[in-house]
């Protein structure tokens, strides 16, 4: 299972001074002024190399003069190790107080601050506060930038996608098109044929056999066209947002999803307790994308699972302004553990063929796009389900709030 990456626990800093003295104080000081941050405290060069390995997210605080080896040097060896690991110098030694050629040696690599004993603690810890939130702010804003970047190479594939898509509803419509009009024509035809035929083993073979076989593919051409209609909407590139009846939404998605539905036997429900149309306003396409995401899931849900009759239920109702769209399954219900992730990027429980674990954020951000939210919830009531419910605006109450 493939799962979001955690960083480690924030707040960690690491004292390197070879005084033994000096670092009892610190260990002393610091402590009582930062008890909720993780200290380490060494004379050891080693220590501070094993641990610049193991946690990229520690600031260092080091003694500039460290016995034998200096402690401009031991830093340059962690930065190698872990690059973007910051350090505050600290410093009796008054040579190099004055030497300004080595403050900025030392404040060029990494270094964030230099400090003089003696040490005054109290606000040496607020500085280790503040470099600490700005290194965990530091490394969010990366983590957030690769996030952000994945989802935009997936987008771009799905980008892909859609206009390979678009040229094959292009291509499979053209003889479509022609194929319904010789349909047509020839449904008309045959109907005078029948008219004008005195042979009555004919006539019954025209109105028994022909005429309905006929009719059926003619259906079957009009299913086709729905489905290339359904596909067109959803792919078209449009970015214009308008009231959107959320029932033709709903009957997109069913186009869209028909196939797997019927492979797997599932019963689909569509029910508006409103009893009335409802519309909400944003981009078409997002909205069909957001649902089939949602719809997409619960048919995978039902793989390997033992239920008997497998139900999707779409359900739609009013709650005052907003509109209430729950989307359930009665397959088998989220474990906690799963549930507090499905909403994180690249969060997946599927193989890597079949999950990219961005469905249920690209939903998310569509329905808060639309001023909207999704939940899920499992119920345990009568009979088991998982439902996410999304809730929407409705047109009709922005219009009047405005
Ligand atoms: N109806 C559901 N029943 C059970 N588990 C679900 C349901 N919907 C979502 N999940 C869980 O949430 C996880 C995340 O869903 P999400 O749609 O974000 O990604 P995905 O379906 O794994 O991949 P994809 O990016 O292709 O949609 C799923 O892997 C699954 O474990
Ligand atoms: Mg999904």
Redo the contacts with the bound molecule.
């Keep these: 299972m493939a799962t979001v990456s955690k960083h480690d626990v924030a707040g960690r800093y690491c004292v390197i001074d070879d005084e033994s003295a000096f670092l009892e104080v610190a260990r002393a000081r610091l402590s009582h002024y930062l008890p909720g941050l993780t200290g380490s405290f060494t004379s050891e060069p080693s220590d501070a190399l094993k641990m610049a390995s193991t946690n990229p997210r520690i600031l260092y605080i080091i003694d500039v003069r460290l016995g034998a080896q200096n402690g401009i040097d031991l830093f340059n060896d962690i930065a190698r190790i872990s690059p973007r690991a910051r350090v505050i110098f600290i410093t009796g030694d008054t040579a190099f107080i004055d030497d300004e050629n080595m403050r900025e040696k030392a404040l060029s690599r990494g270094g964030i601050d230099f400090i003089e004993k003696p040490v005054k603690w109290h606000e040496l810890a607020i500085k280790i506060q503040n470099h600490l939130k700005l290194i965990e702010y530091q490394f969010d804003l990366e983590e957030k930038v690769q996030e952000r970047t994945q989802m935009l190479i997936h987008a771009d594939r799905l980008a892909t996608i859609g206009t390979m898509v678009s040229s094959i509803v292009h291509e499979v419509n053209s003889p479509l098109t022609f194929i319904k009009a010789n349909q047509e024509t020839i449904l008309l035809m045959l109907k005078q044929i029948r008219a004008e035929c005195g042979n009555v083993e004919n006539r019954h073979l025209i109105d028994k056999t022909i005429v309905p076989s006929l009719n059926d593919s003619i259906k079957g051409v009009r299913q086709i066209e729905d489905l290339l209609k359904s596909f067109r909407r959803f792919y078209k590139q449009e970015k214009t947002l308008t009231a959107i009846d959320i029932m033709a939404i709903i009957e997109d998605v069913r186009t869209l999803t028909l196939y797997n539905i019927r492979k797997q036997s599932i019963v689909f429900t569509i029910t508006n307790r409103s009893r009335e149309a409802l519309e909400v306003w944003g981009n078409k396409q997002e909205l069909i994308q957001a649902v089939t995401?949602?719809v997409?899931?619960?048919i995978?849900?039902f793989e390997g699972s033992a239920v008997k009759t497998k139900r999707i239920e779409m359900t739609l109702e009013k709650n005052k302004d907003h509109l209430v769209m729950t989307i359930s399954?009665n397959?088998?219900k989220?474990p906690q553990h799963?549930a507090d992730n499905?909403?994180e990027p690249f969060?997946?429980?599927?193989s890597e063929e079949?999950?990219?674990?961005?469905?249920?954020?690209i939903?998310r951000q569509i329905m808060k796009g639309m001023g909207g939210d999704i939940m899920?919830r499992n119920k345990d009531d009568d009979r088991q389900v998982?439902e996410?419910i999304c809730t929407i605006p409705l047109y009709r109450e922005r219009k009047r709030g405005k």
């Design positions: 995401n949602i997409n899931n619960a995978d849900a399954n397959g088998p989220i799963i499905i909403f969060f997946t429980t599927k079949k999950g990219t674990g961005l469905g249920l954020v939903v899920m998982v996410f």
